[in-house]
């Protein structure tokens, strides 16, 4: 096992992680920029080393930096978190090129499963249902006009190398098709420096369903269910629960078994998450794969009871998953809500600035990971989640209801943040229902 680990990022997730490697025995060494030498990932680790200026660049992307910090605090591994370099393949090869154990999946299934081509490719060889649309990249407009008009409008137009949400156009005829294969591949090579874009079926109304998987370096790989974040606002998710309140245990199986093929056929360990979008017929659809811990790992925690930070440490250092996919269970139901330092008055407006008063929640079945604390100042060069509210009870009622009073306890002023908004989910009807799909809480909003 590691003696000391380096975190390579920032805020609530540093500080997860940093719980994890302490249970586990581990010495901690966290890395901030000059915004962040007072948060809580800070003050809790070992060691903390100061990599650089605010800009993301110059601090928790620039890999120089955290493998020198790295070297210098001699340590055995470094976990990536989520965001930043988590999903970066070179970095990766420099840190095991260094002796410097990459607390993720191998550089190589990085690669595959990031190219978003490759990946589909690989799915439709393994039988992983995935969209309608274009066998591989489409090279210009008149194979895109093909393919829409076989596929029947409207389509989406994706980058290979894509995330967040860039390089993305929805056509709904041949002239918007055109014009946005030409910006979508203007708009791939500018973010990515890849203009490989490829198009598919778009879906009006569907669900977000993902399935986390884990592997060890044994060959062994199991799923730990699914997550259901349908509660998005510009694909950004806001609330994750587990299970998804609407499939039946036949379709969970198949999509959960499904994803665990794509797995084994990338030679794939560590956590990873395998995201579909699933239609009103229960039908699903791959979308992308994610090569790391996500922000809610915790849901599927609650409900598994499997350490899934621990598991990745463990698998890093050459250790056997330890458990059967028969032997994991779920069990009750969990809900995460995604608290935010935004204005909801002001178009959900990054609001940074000073926490006078922080007041957390407790009590049964109440789960809080967060960095900040009563005279924290939240620095607006960053991700404006500043918390993550997670209740675990028998059913999906009770976890409404926990949360509820959990959101109601939780006491954050003055920075305005998503809190009142998930107290509205809670007590929405349809939210209740279990009855919505990916734009449902932007419909909600624009009603408002
Ligand atoms: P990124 O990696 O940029 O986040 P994804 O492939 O994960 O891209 O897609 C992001 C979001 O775009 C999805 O969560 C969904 O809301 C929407 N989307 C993507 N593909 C489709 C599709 N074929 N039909 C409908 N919506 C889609």
Do not use: W
């Amino acid at each position: 096992m590691f003696s000391r680990i380096l975190i390579a990022n920032r805020g609530e997730i540093a500080v997860r992680i940093i719980r994890a490697a302490r249970e586990l025995g581990i010495q901690t060494v966290a890395v901030y920029s000059t915004a962040d030498r007072d948060s809580g990932h800070v003050k809790l680790a070992d060691q903390a080393i100061c990599i650089g200026p605010p800009p993301a660049g110059e601090s928790y992307l620039n890999s120089p930096r955290i493998i020198s910090a790295a070297e210098v605090a001699n340590v055995d591994a470094i976990h990536p978190g989520y965001g930043f370099l988590a999903e970066n393949a070179h970095f990766a090869e420099v840190c095991r090129s260094c002796r410097i154990e990459f607390i993720g999946p191998s550089a190589e299934a990085m690669k595959l499963l990031g190219d978003k081509v490759q990946c589909k490719q690989l799915a439709i060889k393994h039988k992983v249902p995935t969209f309608p649309g274009s066998k591989g990249a489409v090279e210009g407009e008149e194979q895109a006009l093909k393919v829409a008009r076989q596929i029947g409008y409207p389509v989406i137009i994706k980058a290979s190398a894509g995330g967040g949400g860039r390089g993305m156009r929805l056509a709904h005829n041949d002239i918007s098709l055109r014009s946005g294969i030409r910006s979508a591949m203007a708009e791939a090579e500018a973010a990515f420096g890849n203009p490989t874009v490829y198009i598919e079926k778009y879906l009006e109304h569907a669900r977000h369903i993902e399935v986390q998987i884990l592997g060890d370096q044994h060959g062994n790989v199991v799923h730990l269910f699914e997550r259901d974040c349908s509660m998005q606002r510009r694909h950004q998710k806001l609330i994750e629960e587990s299970p998804c309140p609407v499939i039946d245990d036949d379709a969970r199986q198949e999509v959960c078994k499904s994803a665990v093929r794509l797995a084994k056929a990338a030679g794939y360990f560590s956590a990873g998450t395998v995201e579909f979008l699933m239609d009103k017929h229960g039908d699903f659809y791959l979308l992308e794969v994610n090569t790391r811990l996500q922000v809610e790992h915790p849901v599927t925690e609650a409900v598994t009871g499997i350490d899934l930070v621990k598991a990745q440490i463990r698998v890093a250092a050459g250790g056997k998953l330890g458990f059967t996919q028969s032997q994991i269970r779920q069990n009750g139901h969990a809900l995460e809500a995604r608290i935010n330092a935004e204005d909801p008055q002001r178009g959900f407006a990054p609001c940074p600035g000073l926490i006078e008063q922080l007041q957390l929640p407790g009590g049964p079945g109440v789960r809080i990971d967060t960095h900040c604390y009563t005279g924290y100042r939240v620095p607006p060069n960053y991700d404006s989640m500043i918390a993550k509210l997670i209740v675990h009870q028998p059913t999906r009622q009770e976890a409404i209801a926990t949360m509820s009073r959990a959101l109601g306890e939780l006491q954050l002023s003055p920075i305005k943040t998503t809190i009142p908004l998930h107290m509205d989910l809670m007590r929405n009807g349809s939210f209740i229902k279990g009855d919505v799909d990916i734009h449902f809480v932007e419909r909600l909003l624009e009603k408002k």
